[in-house]
């Protein structure tokens, strides 16, 4: 038996312990397929369409954490965000996951309702259309903003992930996988977390941020408004700068283009700051929250490449962003421009 075999078997176990009345009469693989995540659509012999999500990586309770925050943000963002996340599906009162386990594998699902998607992005904005990205992004932040206190409580943190990556420094695992790089993954945290305390983050708010914001990942309107969002793997609690790197890749010169490689370049862009005055008009920056786009970046690369990156992505494209990361990402990273951001921003 194959282990896409299996991943079938999990989910459809899945939904019959979610609702065994209503038969799956189909179920078809639609991941994105460059990352280890799963995402099956399943028909329901009543015509219904349901999206379900397998993820086996991390644990399960963050799991849970993340897709009930996610969902509590959902049911609660007003006009004109109320549609624009796709809401998991409860079981009574509550949240419905599914943890599969057995010698080899833990697993776990949850189900979503469909997203309807409109308008994406082309591959290179124009300037008008990278203003009102601008604009667009602002909003939804201070929407999220609006309702922070009556989401569920949530327990990860920067800190936390970086912590996590030098334990696993001290592995069997770690050092072989890291083998060469340790000396250089503990001096990039140490400075992260001095930067840290420079510029006193730690009295940010924190807001839901999904991180991952390739034109891929959503939609817009006739009127060129946000419209839905979908792909959530990495979304966390945390500050908005978080978000920004991803934004600064889709106004590029060179466009979004899907392509794995994550230079810094993007951010000191003329175009990136058409996109960041804009954001500014709305919800305005401070001093230190540019200055943190440097940090942002830094910590996107330690965790989402370097420890996370045989998860998040297929082993071909892992491992080359790994070895981009230590020879090219972090040793270029001070070519960040701060002061160029904050002039233009009358900062």
Request: hydrophobic letters at 40%.
């Amino acid at each position: 038996m194959t282990r896409t075999l299996n991943f079938n078997e999990i989910v459809l176990e899945a939904w019959s312990h979610y609702d065994d009345s209503r038969k799956v009469v189909s179920i078809n693989d639609i991941s994105a397929r460059v990352s280890t995540n799963h995402v099956f659509k399943l028909k329901l012999e009543t015509g219904t369409v349901v999206i379900g999500k397998l993820s086996y990586f991390g644990t399960y309770a963050n799991f849970m954490e993340d897709h009930a925050l996610i969902n509590s943000l959902a049911i609660n963002l007003s006009d004109p965000y109320d549609q624009f996340i796709s809401r998991s599906l409860t079981k009574g009162s509550e949240l419905f996951t599914y943890r599969y386990k057995d010698s080899v594998l833990d697993a776990w699902v949850v189900f979503y309702n469909p997203i309807k998607i409109k308008k994406r992005l082309p591959k290179i904005l124009d300037q008008s259309q990278i203003k009102n990205l601008g604009r667009e992004v602002a909003k939804f932040h201070k929407a999220c903003f609006q309702i922070k206190n009556i989401l569920p409580p949530w327990s990860k943190t920067l800190k936390m992930d970086l912590d996590h990556l030098l334990r696993i420094t001290e592995t069997e695992d770690g050092q072989y996988e890291h083998r060469g790089n340790i000396d250089t993954i503990k001096h990039q945290i140490d400075i992260f977390n001095k930067n840290m305390d420079i510029l006193e983050t730690d009295h940010w708010p924190s807001i839901p941020v999904f991180v991952d914001w390739n034109i891929g990942n959503f939609s817009l309107d006739k009127d060129n408004r946000f419209y839905s969002r979908w792909d959530y793997d990495w979304f966390r609690m945390s500050s908005r700068i978080m978000d920004f790197y991803f934004f600064s890749r889709v106004c590029s010169t060179i466009g979004d283009r899907e392509e794995f490689s994550y230079l810094i370049d993007p951010v000191n862009e003329d175009r990136f700051i058409l996109f960041l005055k804009e954001y500014h008009k709305i919800y305005p920056l401070t001093r230190n929250e540019v200055l943190f786009i440097k940090e942002a970046y830094r910590f996107f690369i330690l965790n989402y490449v370097i420890k996370d990156g045989r998860y998040f992505f297929h082993e071909i494209y892992a491992t080359k962003l790994q070895r981009e990361a230590y020879e090219i990402y972090l040793p270029q990273i001070d070519q960040f421009d701060g002061d160029k951001l904050l002039r233009a921003l009358d900062l």
